[in-house]
């Protein structure tokens, strides 16, 4: 396979069919065989990766490049992720304009260079795959507590719990899926996983959800301004699943697809292995 094969794959698993603005082929590749894959993919990791013989490298999280400036436009996405909760699009759109103001400002003065640069010089293939892999993770924990709580109105934060650990990503990480607000056994209510769209969307996002109906949220962070402004409020329950865990819910699916073509895959840098 090549790169642009590999974007093409991830792509397809996530249901996209354009590649998002926090992702994209850095340095191209062919021939790929073994590829080296983590949640944050510099200098160090790239490194290891050629000694171990890999080549290609992808990181998850975006550390260099257009697709780590560019970050704040799948904030977007976001908006489609509010709508199918209920939120009307303006609403949704307003309520996360600011936070999103606040991730372009703080990306603009970053280093995008660093990693980029690296990779070029070493003529190793590079890539970030972010989005996809979110939307990926977002969809299969959705999927999985729609089903688990679905014959029980009466769920329980427990219950949310109990289904996230019976992924082997929940169930291998050292961060287990913890209740931020709300006890044990507070009633679930309407339970809505949102782990895509680059980053959080702040306090206005998740009151804009709760005022829609959702009962708990279920997320990969959360920022602590917004726990406590949930617990202030008291309009909702907040389940965070994990961030490496939840990273390589999405990761692991996309690097199985690989496995499953012949490409030997070396999981680091925070990626859960689930065997």
């Known amino acids: 396979m090549n790169t642009k094969e590999i974007m093409d794959l991830a792509l397809e698993l996530a249901g996209l069919t354009e590649i998002p603005a926090d992702s994209g082929i850095i340095v191209e590749g062919e021939k790929i065989k073994k590829v080296a894959i983590g949640v944050d993919m510099e200098l160090a990791e790239m490194l290891l990766a050629r000694d171990l013989g ?58 995008y260079d660093r990693a980029v640069s690296a990779a070029k010089l070493m003529k190793m293939p590079f890539m970030a795959i972010h989005t ?100 202030e409020q008291n309009y909702g329950n907040v389940i965070v699943a994990g961030h490496m865990a939840s990273d390589s819910v999405g990761i692991n699916t996309l690097a199985k697809a690989l496995e499953d073509k012949g490409i030997e895959v070396i999981r680091m840098s925070g990626l859960i292995d689930p065997k």
């Open 54 to 111: 890999a080549d290609l490298v992808i990181t998850h999280h975006p550390s260099g490049g257009s697709p780590r400036v560019n970050l704040h436009k799948v904030m977007d996405n976001q908006i489609d992720r509010m709508v199918s909760a209920g939120i009307p699009i303006n609403k949704a759109q307003k309520a996360l304009s600011e936070r999103k103001g606040e991730i372009e400002r703080a990306l603009h003065v970053s280093n």
């Open 132 to 231: 996809p892999t979110d939307i990926i993770a977002e969809n299969k924990v959705q999927e999985l507590l729609d089903e688990m709580l679905k014959s029980k109105p009466k769920a329980t934060l427990q219950d949310v719990i109990d289904g996230l650990e019976t992924l082997p990503e929940y169930q291998r990480t050292m961060a287990k899926p913890v209740i931020r607000v709300g006890s044990k056994e507070d009633y679930a209510g309407k339970t809505f996983v949102t782990m895509a769209g680059g980053t959080s969307g702040g306090v206005k996002v998740h009151k804009a959800y709760y005022e829609a109906g959702v009962g708990t949220l279920v997320t990969m962070h959360m920022p602590e301004d917004v726990i406590k402004a949930v617990k």
